[in-house]
């Protein structure tokens, strides 16, 4: 019997059967990734319901040299919770330990488990008259253990940050099976190396999150939304810089190419533009208010927009009139990807530069882009004050996808990055490195960052049974940092 | 020739007589602790003036296995900065290193060498309309390095964080002397683990901070001051999480007991007690406007104070009315450590726990001290906001202080710091570890996470050349985390 089959079967005589998945049929979804561009393969999936069934598996597993994959809500954009297709690992899912295990609303945190999901926190958090505030698309799969470990980020990140800014404590089990309890959260802690801020983001390579202590902010009591419309990148964030002076309830500001939304205007039914005029740039600006106290939303806006408008920063601009005209706008910012999908090929990248580096980056980089790669179409959209936008080379009309996918992504990634690398920027602001994207971090990295990297990775998991073949490999051989 | 006399023979002909010290009272103030409390000795310190002097040197120290003290102000409060007594090691001075590389006032960031001292960069930031805002007694020597390593706190904490919520990027040598360009200050980089935040509270062991981008915020425009009277910590933090409630602008809030005030107005000229009455509790507030915007911070405290005063929340509370006035009432908060020294000797402690549990410990723990140690004096002051307080127990009257060192001050540092462990808290929440707490994290660190900082300082600097003999040793011999 191979090492994992007796573990699998130590497993279920230990845990029970509903702490293991051996069914074919059943393990299936979790093996490929959910754009389909990853599939790994195997032969079981162990389920604990509890900190020390965890421990207990990965101690058993360091001992008989299985090899896990950590796994959430499986919604990696870059194939970090894939296993890899040899059948070589065990897939672990947290999904079992889905426990709220203390709110307190006095304190503004809340105690999760890995395997409790995004709307459900939100919708936990929101009943106890508080907000969670982090969102993205993936809010109805993505686990907390999964948000920690990529330190998610997503469109409200102007105010409260990644997932980095909303931790207060984690709770973990290393690759021995050892567990680093860090939920207390202390304010001030300084014993040492900080390894709650090395677990974020690590994508479960030295350690499987079991539970996080989350901040939690006041409740949205009010929000007004706008829709801009201007000439330049440069433009959007001379605005931005303006209301932050202003305003501190800012809680998105997205821009958007008149190009991108035609494309949603074009394949997206029950859409329409918010504005009569068209325009190079569009901006979605949201903000909030959460404690009774300062300007309404409504006024902030109005008044920051005539300000825009009489100085001619800005060319037009709308402000939604009820929430219902709300959620249009926002579906407009929503559709985006799905619009460009439906129009044709297109290589997408999720970069990030410094805030003032951006607009520029945007128009240089596309330009570059499209005359590199004759016939393409280079847009970017997203979070403009976080410096994240995504970058994407769409296809000359009528390119077959399969030849374009084949011949083409590599090419225009690769040009891409070295781009961004040029601005000090960076190839993954908010989906990590998991699978996708490790060839590319190790031609850019710098030689201190990357032998850091394994350096830790060694330190850690100097076997690599802990996600083997994401973020980081040890192969070529460590070099010390 | 020893292996440091060689290195400091080729940093001298490498680098000048400005890069290294070698007469004796030149260096005899940086082998001692401000406190007085370590003495060390070093045969020379090297003072690069570039972040390429250090890597050379650091590199060439690597290859001839000489180990380095990084040092800046050397204000440690637990002897992190001061060499081992053996002279075995050189202090590697980063003082020189002085320059601010760049301001945007737009982009409200500075990036400032290691040398850089904490006042110059307050002063710096001042003239651009700007605030840096982290402050703390030893602003006048204490520098960006040091403050960096150590994740420094102080008065300031409530609205902008620790050192760790500042730094948006760094620039280190690794004790191989490759450089980390960590600066570029990304706000999303999902590039792996976050070297950076690795680096934060490192206290040089595993790396040395050359230089860091930091955050400013807005100068402040007004601010108001007040002092109130209380009954217990249960009070004061209730009334902070109402202030809390109402505004975003509470800039500091410290406690401190009817005792302390009492031993200030003692023992301190020219100080007065602001109320009238006696309590056996008093909070100190300053909140603040920055914007033009909001509520003025006086009305924030009047209103605030009236309501509280009426529900019996408090007894009494005076706003200073006006800049002396505040200036009077922050005088005594500032004098406590003083007023404490003058009245008899003292074991201190800087401690952490749960905002939330907080109150009752000050208490508990305080009434537990006295009882276990009959004739001592428990104290707790400090900031109350970020959960962590200065405690600290006095000597029965008449104790000679040097008995009372020797003989009482580990037993009650032991009792307290089990206390606070069992509390769910840090035995240092903002002094760090230095040598002063090795041996106590090591008595009472969760297993797990003392063979996660073995093994992460082996993977950095496993000869033990940076720093040797603070926050982490390799023996007892590291086990895989």
């Excluded at 809340?110 to 505030?133: H, M, N, W, Y």
Aim: net charge negative.
């Amino acid at each position: 019997m191979s090492a994992q089959d007796q573990l699998v079967t130590w497993a279920l005589e230990r845990f029970g059967p509903r702490a293991v998945v051996t069914d074919r049929d059943a393990i299936d979804p979790w093996v490929h990734d959910w754009r389909g561009r990853y599939h790994g393969a195997a032969p079981a999936i162990l389920q604990p319901d509890s900190t020390e069934a965890v421990s207990a598996m990965v101690a058993r597993a360091a001992a008989a040299d299985v090899a896990l994959v950590p796994q959430g809500g499986n919604t990696s954009m870059v194939g970090g919770a894939t296993p890899p297709a040899d059948g070589s690992t065990l897939i672990l899912s947290l999904r079992r330990m889905n426990r709220i295990r203390a709110l307190s609303s006095d304190d503004n945190l809340v105690t999760a488990e890995a395997g409790v999901i995004l709307q459900t926190l939100q919708e936990t958090a929101a009943a106890r008259k508080r907000r969670f505030p982090l969102d993205l698309g993936a809010r109805g799969s993505a686990t907390v253990g999964g948000l920690v470990s990529t330190n998610a980020g997503g469109t409200q990140v102007l105010r409260f940050g990644t997932m980095r800014g909303l931790v207060a404590g984690i709770e973990a089990v290393l690759p021995d099976g050892s567990v680093h309890d860090g939920l207390s959260p202390l304010k001030k802690d300084n014993r040492g190396y900080d390894l709650n801020q090395l677990l974020i983001g690590a994508e479960g390579t030295i350690g499987v999150v079991t539970a996080a202590n989350l901040r939690l902010v006041p409740a949205i009591e009010s929000r007004a939304v706008a829709w801009v419309g201007l000439d330049s990148p440069m433009a959007a964030l001379d605005l931005l810089r303006r209301m932050e002076a202003r305003s501190t309830m800012i809680e998105s500001f997205e821009i958007i190419p008149g190009d991108s939304l035609s494309l949603v205007l074009k394949h997206i039914p029950d859409t329409r533009a918010p504005l009569a005029s068209e325009h190079a740039w569009h901006v979605l600006i949201e903000v909030v208010r959460t404690d009774g106290r300062g300007q309404e939303p409504q006024a902030v806006l109005e008044e920051s927009l005539a300000d825009a408008l009489e100085t001619g920063l800005i060319t037009d601009a709308a402000l939604a009139q009820n929430e219902g005209q709300a959620d249009d706008f926002w579906k407009l910012r929503h559709s985006l990807s799905e619009a460009e999908r439906a129009s044709g090929p297109a290589v997408q990248h999720d970069i990030s530069v410094p805030v003032s580096a951006m607009p520029r980056f945007m128009l240089d980089a596309a330009a570059a882009a499209e005359a590199k790669f004759p016939g393409t179409r280079a847009t970017a959209f997203g979070h403009l004050g976080d410096g994240n936008v995504h970058f994407h080379v769409r296809a000359a009309e009528g390119t077959d996808a399969e030849r374009f996918y084949a011949d083409e992504a590599e090419p225009i990634s690769r040009f891409v990055n070295d781009l961004v690398t040029a601005a000090d920027g960076s190839i993954s602001a908010e989906h990590g490195i998991g699978q996708m994207k490790l060839e590319e971090l190790e031609r850019l990295g710098q030689p201190a960052r990357l032998a850091a990297l394994r350096a830790i990775k060694a330190a850690f998991d100097p076997h690599e049974r802990f996600n083997p073949g994401k973020l980081v490999t040890l192969a070529p051989k460590p070099r010390r940092p």
